[in-house]
């Protein structure tokens, strides 16, 4: 497994988060501001994504509460599908439910220390960490209950 990327799509800010070389632990990497035009972010996360050889990007999917797409989720969707075209062939790019990563991430910030107006820029990048995570804890898990034949 490679390294992945992890990003939280927001209406005026990115976040993005790396894997290790080995697909298995997900870091903050960075926050991107934008203007809210969907080519300017577009350029942004390829630009920032550049650099590195990426297997995957997962882009948090905003389902609501009950399990529907409303409108970030249709914009969110836009997104991938642009991004998918804008990547290299070969890269991965999926989504992932993210529902209530941005609380779960004001929460880490909370709990080391980092006071409540502080958060705006960090919140993002812990945010796409956690989805980053969350994907590549289910993709070990699917590959270990596949066992070394490949079957489940």
Not at 79 to 100: A, K, N
Not at 101 to 112: D, H, K, M
């Amino acid at each position: 497994m490679g390294r992945s990327a992890g990003i939280d799509f927001g209406d005026r800010r990115i976040g993005i988060a790396l894997s290790d070389p080995g697909g298995l632990m997900a870091f903050p990497h960075e926050t991107l501001t934008y203007a809210g035009k969907m080519g300017v972010a577009l350029d942004a996360v390829v630009a920032a994504l550049s650099g590195f050889e990426l297997e995957a990007v997962v882009v948090g999917m905003p389902y609501n509460m009950d399990g529907t797409q409303g409108k970030q989720a249709e914009r969110t969707a836009s997104f991938i599908g642009e991004l998918r075209q804008r990547l290299p062939e070969g890269v991965l790019v999926t989504s992932w439910d993210e529902r209530l990563t941005s609380i779960q991430a004001g929460r880490v910030l909370t709990e080391g220390g980092v006071k409540a107006r502080s958060h705006k820029g960090k919140l993002d990048k812990i945010a796409a960490a956690l989805i980053l995570q969350g994907w590549l804890d289910c993709r070990q898990g699917a590959a270990a209950r596949a066992g070394p034949g490949g079957e489940i």
